[in-house]
């Protein structure tokens, strides 16, 4: 079973930043994808941006090109997203996501679609709130 904790979020101003980092552990296939998403009250929630282990990286909602990034860190199964610029429409809770699979292109695909529908395994959430 495949466990996510998400860490970073909180408070900011408009045009501040965060990171979010997703651990994760317990992957027993050769491929994963990992991913974030938004989950705004009264909308449903969306993918962000997500990443296979090969490297398949998607930049899914339009609203966050050139603002926000993912990238794998240091620690193995570790995911980072890094939040430029927020704007008051950024509040939400943020979620990471996984799935994993024994066929990579079937991992690079998940990636570039960045559906919640597509990943098993969530982290518990991290809320942002960018307000002045």
């Known amino acids: 079973q495949v466990q996510l904790v998400e860490s970073g979020g909180g408070l900011v101003q408009p045009g501040g930043s965060l990171k979010l980092s997703c651990q994760a552990d317990?992957?027993?296939?050769?491929?994963?994808?990992i991913g974030w998403f938004r989950e705004v009250p009264g909308k449903e929630r969306e993918g962000l941006l997500c990443?296979?282990?090969?490297?398949?990286?998607?930049n899914h909602k339009d609203s966050v090109k050139g603002r926000f990034t993912i990238s794998r860190g240091e620690a193995e199964h570790t995911v980072d997203l890094q939040m430029n610029n927020l704007q008051p429409e950024d509040t939400g809770t943020y979620f990471c996501a996984a799935m994993q699979t024994r066929v990579r292109t079937v991992s690079e695909r998940r990636a570039l679609d960045c559906a919640p529908s597509d990943f098993r395994f969530w982290g518990q959430g991290a809320q942002v709130i960018v307000s002045s």
């Open positions: 317990g992957f027993s296939l050769d491929y994963n994808t």
């Open positions: 990443i296979s282990s090969s490297n398949g990286i998607t």
